[in-house]
């Protein structure tokens, strides 16, 4: 079983990323089409902070540690109100912890 999750994350870690700075570096990944480890560390984070907002994800990257730490900003909208949040969640191999958060700005890019 720890072969197949460190394969697991492997697959994430060399076919979810955009650009490659090495082990234990971070590495950028693709908002427009995130792997489920990313969509799965973003929805931790929304509940975890901003129940029943929706998140529009703006920038990512990841390093692999002891599973995977993602770093993401998201805009956060709840109705006709929208803030700018960067988080950073780590992935212990299915088991989430946030372990930062910051408030960014209290308005977003796209006010649509």
């Known amino acids: 079983m720890a072969q197949?999750?460190?394969?697991?994350?492997?697959f994430v870690v060399i076919?979810?990323?955009?650009?490659?700075?090495?082990?234990?570096?971070?590495?950028?990944?693709n908002t427009e089409h995130p792997t489920d480890s990313l969509a799965k560390a973003v929805d931790f984070?929304?509940?975890?902070?901003?129940?029943?907002c929706t998140a529009k994800l703006l920038s990512a990257?990841?390093?692999?540690?002891?599973?995977?730490?993602?770093?993401?900003?998201?805009?956060?909208r709840n109705g006709p109100t929208c803030t700018t949040e960067r988080f950073r969640v780590w992935d212990k191999f299915g088991t989430f912890k946030?372990?930062?958060?910051?408030?960014?700005?209290?308005?977003?890019?796209?006010?649509?």
């Open 4 to 10: 197949l999750n460190v394969l697991l994350t492997l």
């Open 61 to 76: 990257m990841n390093q692999v540690v002891a599973g995977i730490n993602f770093d993401f900003t998201a805009e956060m």
């Open 15 to 29: 076919f979810g990323m955009t650009q490659v700075d090495g082990a234990g570096g971070w590495s950028l990944m």
């Open 98 to 112: 946030l372990t930062t958060h910051e408030h960014i700005s209290d308005s977003c890019r796209s006010q649509s």
């Open 45 to 52: 984070a929304v509940e975890q902070k901003f129940p029943g």
